[in-house]
């Protein structure tokens, strides 16, 4: 017989089934829902994988961003970066992204933050606590990750879709060697189209802004070197830093070239001067990944564990 799906609020349909994925010995049992639609845009689904432990549950959710390169796919959702999560009883929430090279880094970020509050709207159907959200990622992730604790949205009352009514904001983040400065790309003033021309130039879709022109109906490139500083500077988790920042966590490799560890070392120092709770963990000769970063994982799980394991004093939820 065929499963049946749940529908959530808006009309929202949960992939079939929540079926229990047997585990090897040692690895936490966990049930499993695939492409749950958390938006729409240009008539194409936006959709996440919920990961729920079997086990005792801590009322926590960590959402971990599928993104690398900002290539996002259902595919490349695997179990390894969260298993430890799951040990602990976080419901984990593997989301895709509109993927490049179709869709740009701002249109990246919208989506992500329409993961969140879809995340936060639903939280009692997913058994969560809507104040006690984490996020986490690698790379590309890493950035989307720091774009949703740093420059988180409020909710949209006025909005016709209840989901935008709820903010982006989460408790805390933790993530690997994240591109954080788009204006200082490696060097103090070395913007990311210089890096195009180098390190990253096989990156190029995701930075090549359009928008949409009324006239000729439309979208158009956006060639402009001052507009594209604006979105380097508006992409860029530097630009975003403020006291009510919540917890950060990075770890990132001293000798990665793709993304320079200086990027990490200026956020962290930018974060600590204003007064953030933040971490720096370096990997000394590591480049853009290591052959155990897995291991490391339990370090972001002790992460979410210190900044996740209470309510806050003041809801982020609200708008």
């Not at 590591?286 to 799980?301: E, N, S, T, Y």
């Amino acid at each position: 017989m065929a499963p049946q799906c749940v529908v959530l609020a808006l009309g929202f349909t949960l992939a079939p089934g929540q079926v229990a994925t047997s585990q090897p010995e040692g690895l936490p049992g966990y049930t499993r829902q695939e492409d749950v639609i958390y938006g729409r845009k240009f008539g194409t689904a936006l959709t996440l994988d919920v990961f729920t432990p079997t086990g005792p549950r801590n009322g926590a959710a960590i959402i971990w961003a599928v993104s690398g390169g900002w290539i996002s796919d259902h595919d490349r959702i695997g179990r390894g970066h969260f298993v430890e999560f799951l040990r602990r009883g976080y419901t984990v929430f593997a989301v895709v992204h509109g993927s490049q090279p179709k869709y740009t880094i701002p249109e990246v970020i919208e989506d992500m933050h329409r993961a969140v509050r879809f995340i936060r709207y639903n939280a009692a159907h997913f058994g969560i606590d809507p104040d006690r959200i984490g996020v986490s990622g690698g790379s590309a992730g890493g950035h989307l990750a720091l774009m949703m604790g740093l420059d988180s949205r409020e909710g949209k009352p006025n909005k016709k879709d209840p989901v935008m009514h709820q903010a982006s904001r989460v408790r805390a983040v933790a993530c690997f060697y994240p591109p954080t400065d788009f204006l200082n790309y490696g060097e103090p003033g070395r913007d990311v189209d210089r890096a195009l021309r180098e390190e990253l130039k096989p990156f190029q879709a995701p930075f090549d802004f359009h928008e949409f022109d009324e006239t000729a109906q439309k979208f158009v490139p956006i060639a402009d070197e001052q507009r594209r500083l604006e979105i380097f500077r508006a992409t860029s988790p530097m630009t975003h830093v403020s006291p009510d920042d919540p917890p950060t966590l990075i770890i990132h490799g001293d000798a990665d070239r793709l993304v320079p560890f200086q990027q990490s070392r200026d956020l962290v120092d930018k974060l600590r001067a204003a007064g953030v709770t933040v971490q720096l963990i370096v990997r000394p000769g590591a480049k853009h990944g290591w052959p155990k970063l897995l291991d490391d994982m339990p370090i972001f799980a002790d992460w979410f564990d210190e900044h996740l394991a209470k309510p806050p004093t003041s809801a982020p939820s609200a708008n």
